[in-house]
């Protein structure tokens, strides 16, 4: 039953290192965009200086006035196409540093997506050995995965030669199991519904444009997919 959990817990062995390196490549775009604003900037300044000199000049200098134009217009011209191509350079890096955060997510969603399927597969495989265990469905007392009770457990277990009762067995809840896996994810994944937890499994969207939340998760407002509101969607869970 821990063939699931082995699994995802390999799949993810690398997450760390591949969000660090793709995290990294993030803060080098930034830092080269930063540089380039830097730099645009200095040279909006400089052509502001400029065509306020040449201005001056024109005029205290009359006869100078279409020579110092010339070539204030030449430097000036130098200047606009610097800054137009390193503008050019930003918006480049900017879509580069943006599609590298949407690659960073659809990793991220990938790796809980897995974890999601697989938690499903193992409950399923836990619900199956307990009804072949007999035990119940739901576990809750102690009787549950402490072995048989009452009259037939004392057949069963009477005499010396009987064997000791199974310890009781913890067997990791999904959400658990959920939150032990999202330890090694981005700790910036967006947030949703009441719980303030990020998206996972089923969700249902309000039709209140004015809501804050917008998303919920399924168990948080005690729904299942077999009774999913048709048309009005929550307005109904709003607080």
């Known amino acids: 039953m821990t063939s699931y959990l082995r699994s995802f817990i390999e799949s993810v062995t690398d997450l760390p290192l591949e969000l660090q390196r793709h995290f990294q490549g993030l803060r080098d775009l930034d830092l080269r965009v930063t540089a380039l604003q830097k730099v645009i900037d200095e040279d909006c300044l400089a052509q502001l200086k400029s065509a306020a000199e040449r201005q001056q000049e024109g005029m205290v200098f009359p006869s100078k006035r279409q020579k110092v134009t010339a070539v204030g217009a030449a430097a000036s011209t130098e200047l606009a196409q610097r800054i137009e191509h390193n503008m050019n350079e930003t918006i480049k890096l900017s879509e580069e540093k943006m599609n590298r955060a949407q690659q960073i997510y659809d990793y991220i969603d990938q790796h809980i997506r897995k974890l999601d399927k697989d938690l499903k597969s193992f409950e399923a495989e ?16 102690e009787g549950d995965l402490g072995g048989p ?12 030669g009987g064997a000791a009762p199974p310890a009781p067995v913890h067997i990791p809840t999904s959400d658990e199991l959920y939150h032990a896996a999202l330890a090694v994810a981005d700790a910036t994944e967006p947030t949703y519904c009441y719980c303030n937890r990020i998206s996972f499994g089923e969700m249902i969207a309000c039709d209140n444009v004015e809501c804050p939340i917008e998303w919920f998760h399924f168990e948080c407002v005690g729904l299942t997919p077999e009774n999913r509101p048709k048309g009005e969607l929550i307005k109904a869970f709003q607080r």
Do not use: C, H, I, N
């Not at 199956?128 to 809750?140: H, N």
């Open 149 to 160: 009770s009452g009259a037939d457990g004392r057949r069963k277990r009477g005499g010396k």
């Open 126 to 141: 836990v619900a199956k050995e307990r009804q072949r265990l007999g035990l119940p469905a739901v576990p809750g007392t």
